[in-house]
């Protein structure tokens, strides 16, 4: 009996732990001359690191974005980029996500 208690408890903890999901963002990627990667920092300055970038969890957001760059932006060639990175979330009601624990 004990047996099943504590088997029972460890898989209903683990059932509770996190996951390990890709999660997307997006950001706006411009070609740039003397980089090549480049990406927009703000709707007026650039970066060559994706570290700078400014980054969107919604698309609609980073559309948005994409639509209010100056002109100085606007001449290289902007885009939308997906990326993604990996990220611990836990299982909330309804939702269940699979993936490696964390």
Same mark, same amino acid.
């Given at each position: 009996?004990?047996?099943?208690?504590? &088997?029972? #408890?460890? +898989? *209903?903890?683990?059932?509770?732990?996190?996951?390990?999901?890709?999660?997307? =963002?997006?950001?706006?990627? +411009?070609?740039?001359?003397?980089?090549?990667?480049? =990406? *927009?920092?703000?709707?007026?300055? =650039?970066?060559?690191?994706?570290? !700078? #970038?400014?980054?969107?969890?919604?698309?609609?957001?980073?559309?948005?974005?994409?639509?209010?760059?100056?002109?100085? &932006?606007?001449?290289?060639? @902007?885009? &939308?980029?997906?990326? $993604?990175? @990996?990220?611990?979330?836990? @299982?909330? !009601? $309804?939702?269940?996500?699979? !993936?490696? @624990?964390?």
């Amino acid at each position: 009996m004990r047996h099943v208690l504590f &088997l029972s #408890a460890l +898989l *209903a903890s683990a059932a509770q732990a996190g996951v390990l999901i890709n999660s997307p =963002y997006y950001v706006v990627a +411009l070609t740039c001359s003397n980089n090549q990667a480049c =990406y *927009a920092a703000s709707n007026g300055s =650039y970066t060559g690191s994706l570290n !700078g #970038a400014r980054r969107f969890d919604d698309q609609t957001q980073a559309t948005r974005f994409l639509d209010s760059l100056t002109s100085s &932006l606007r001449g290289k060639s @902007p885009r &939308l980029e997906e990326h $993604s990175e @990996p990220q611990c979330v836990e @299982p909330s !009601g $309804s939702r269940s996500y699979q !993936g490696r @624990p964390c």
